[in-house]
């Protein structure tokens, strides 16, 4: 029985009456966690180490210079109580479009172009700016791993590292939808998201900013729409009120001088990037990406030893228990999933970014409880980031874990030896709603006895989530 651990906000309608004095504004206090504060900072540095790989910086030093000193301002204005000297705070602009920002433990934070370039003063700017520090500085990253759910597995490291890298490998693998990397935090619960956004509010007003231009900023994401806002919006769901709540907030604090910020600088900002050639998508920064191999050259040769007939049990998280012929081991586990592999069937880039081509991934997506929609769900994440991926065999009912399931047959190139794979996807509902899925690769050639070893696995998979 675990106790959930809410964060206590004091009701605004109880702080109305002392409006327009400073003192009046709610009071904030960082939810509970485990981890000590210098894991944040480790945990940022290597996150941040993952997304200087995968995301072009725009590399401007006027624009850079200047999103820094809205940084620096808001850094100074830090509530003494969240001022944790380990922590440093940097902003770097990456050279894409949509309006996406987040920021990781300990402080690194990366601001779109288009956030800039869609914002309407140096306030909205701010605003995004004071959030997303405010999940830094309550370390929301961390508590929220502290409060973490059955299925996910590993450390806490390899969590943060496997949403980066968009999941694990395998030649199919990566669960978020565009890059992995907007799947860091997953998302924030509603309670932090309020958080954020009354701790930002006090930020801003600490730093001579009307908070209201953060309440404004959000209605800026949501008109853009389209396949741009949302990513962020999911990652920072509205807990409903948003702007009521902050614009209370804010009318509670006194704001004293240039309440929108330098304008003019502003302007110059926007104009410098208007006359660049246009920020780069997701999507195209995905492709990039996928061109720098994450494997290494296609073409190696890969020698495995057969699957043994013995099986040996791993209990990966306390909801799963998962049996793989004896010759295979955990290789990595990342995110909401684990990878079994023999000796030599695994392979690590440079980047990050890692393969297998036999052996099997177990792992939980998120989901609305309609099998059937959820797979298809995860076969277009799939196919997004696989384009040799195509289906071979009808979807079937299937037994998976004792449970109805559903399998279907995949063919796809290995990116390790460019060779024909053949792929196994089973999955089956967990109580929650979630999705859990295995994965079977192994070489076409070798299809006939990998597949009897797939289904093994998939069927003797022990699921206690009731
Ligand atoms: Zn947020």
Redesign the pocket.
């Known amino acids: 029985m675990s106790t959930r651990l809410y964060i206590r906000i004091v009701p605004i309608f109880l702080l109305t009456v002392a409006l327009g004095t400073a003192s009046a504004q709610t009071q904030i206090v960082a939810p509970p966690n485990k981890y000590k504060v210098s894991d944040d900072v480790k945990l940022g540095k290597e996150a941040e180490a993952q997304a200087l790989k995968e995301l072009p910086l725009l590399n401007d030093p006027a624009v850079d210079e200047y999103i820094n000193g809205i940084g620096q301002r808001l850094v100074a204005a830090i509530p003494p109580e969240f001022q944790h000297p380990e922590f440093r705070y940097t902003f770097r602009v990456v050279n894409q479009k949509e309006l996406n920002t987040f920021a990781l433990p300990g402080g690194p934070m990366f601001l779109n172009r288009g956030m800039i370039e869609a914002a309407h003063n140096e306030g909205e700017v701010a605003g995004v700016m004071a959030?997303?520090m405010s999940?830094v500085m309550l370390r929301h990253g961390t508590a929220q791993q502290t409060r973490a759910t059955p299925y996910e597995i590993g450390a806490v490291a390899g969590q943060i590292l496997g949403a980066i890298v968009g999941g694990t490998a395998g030649s199919i693998i990566a669960q978020g939808s565009n890059l992995g990397i907007s799947t860091y935090f997953m998302k924030?619960s509603r309670e932090?998201?309020t958080q954020?956004d009354i701790n930002g509010a006090h930020v801003m007003a600490r730093a001579g900013y009307d908070p209201r231009h953060m309440a404004e900023m959000f209605r800026t994401i949501e008109a853009q729409g389209g396949s741009s806002g949302p990513q962020f919006l999911s990652?920072?769901p509205n807990p409903g009120n948003r702007y009521q709540y902050i614009t209370k907030e804010a009318q509670m604090m006194a704001v004293n001088g240039d309440t929108a910020g330098n304008n003019g600088e502003f302007g110059r900002a926007q104009a410098r990037l208007k006359g660049m050639s246009p920020a780069l998508t997701a999507q195209q920064i995905q492709q990039q990406n996928q061109r720098r191999t994450p494997v290494g050259t296609t073409g190696r040769a890969v020698n495995v030893d057969p699957p043994s007939g013995s099986f040996r049990t791993y209990q990966p998280t306390n909801a799963l228990r998962v049996s793989v012929p004896s010759n295979w081991a955990p290789v990595e586990s990342a995110g909401t999933s684990i990878t079994y592999a023999p000796q030599g069937a695994y392979f690590q880039g440079d980047n990050g970014g890692s393969a297998f081509t036999h052996g099997i991934e177990v792992g939980v997506a998120q989901g609305t409880g309609n099998l059937q929609n959820d797979t298809n769900s995860l076969l277009r994440n799939f196919a997004q980031s696989n384009a040799q991926l195509q289906q071979s065999g009808k979807a079937r009912n299937d037994n998976v874990g004792g449970r109805n399931g559903i399998t279907v047959q995949l063919a796809n190139v290995s990116e390790v030896t460019g060779q024909p794979e053949y792929i196994s996807l089973s999955t089956t509902e967990l109580r929650d709603g979630s999705l859990l899925y295995v994965i079977g690769v192994a070489p076409r050639t070798e299809a006939g006895t990998y597949d009897n070893t797939f289904k093994k696995v998939r069927q003797n998979i022990q699921i206690s989530d009731r």
């Open positions: 959030h997303e999940h924030f932090y998201e954020a990652d920072h």
